[in-house]
């Protein structure tokens, strides 16, 4: 059995994401600051990913219970409101690179020694689409997401050598709680409407593209950005 670390994975996408690696057959702990609704049954640690310290405790802790680390799935992070870049000042802009970007570099390096001791080590990262559509109103989220993918494709030479792969996927408009507190139903109508397929992507849509690139089946896919979005933003 494979060990997976799921970061922010209480809530929303990343308690979607844990859910399907688990039932797929991995040991999955997720690292988080807030407790899950179902911590009773959750191998869970509560970690910030902006603390080298936490982290490194944290991994070894899933290390030593369970023989090591093969996944990693960097998914903790911040969503913004809408407002004009102007209103963005230094503190706010830094917050956002350092949970949803730093923060990931800092938790691929608490796993590395158990991610390249493996057969088949596998980093997946959560990126956001807004990369390439520049959400208005979204500097630093968007900016923070775009480092991301600049991140994805470093750490997949890096680590390719160890046979480790490294890939990020982006979400379409998913309704988690996260995203309900800046969109309305209008909101999320108006994205799927501008969908090949007109539904609204859920967060077991991503979990199910997770679970592949965490499997064998693709063992030679790595350096990559997939969307997940029902074609909403073809390219």
Known sequence: MTTAVVTGGARGIGRALAERLRADGHRVTVLDVVEPDDAATTDWIRC???????????????????GGIDVLVNNAGLISPRRPYLESGKEELL?????????????????????????????????????????PGQLAYV?????????????????????????????????????????????????MAQQAIRRRVRPEDLAGLVSFLCGSDARMIT?????????????
């Not at 080298?52 to 070894?60: H, I, S």
């Not at 750490?155 to 709680?177: D, H, I």
């Open 48 to 66: 910030d990913v902006t603390e080298p310290d936490q982290l490194q405790a944290a991994m070894e802790d899933v290390a030593e219970r369970s």
């Open 95 to 135: 917050r956002y690179l350092t949970v949803n970007a730093v923060g990931y570099a800092l938790a691929t390096q608490a796993a590395h020694p158990w991610l390249v001791a493996g057969d088949r080590g596998c980093v997946v990262n959560v990126a956001s689409r807004t990369f390439f559509t520049g959400s």
């Open 143 to 191: 900016a923070s997401k775009g480092a991301v993918i600049g991140m994805t494709r470093v750490l997949a030479k890096e680590l390719g050598p160890s046979g480790v792969t490294v890939n990020a996927v982006m979400p379409g408009q998913v309704a988690t709680p996260g995203t309900e507190q800046y969109n309305s139903e209008e909101d999320f109508d108006r994205t």
């Open 223 to 235: 350096g990559q950005t997939i969307i997940c979005d029902g074609g909403g933003y073809l390219h």
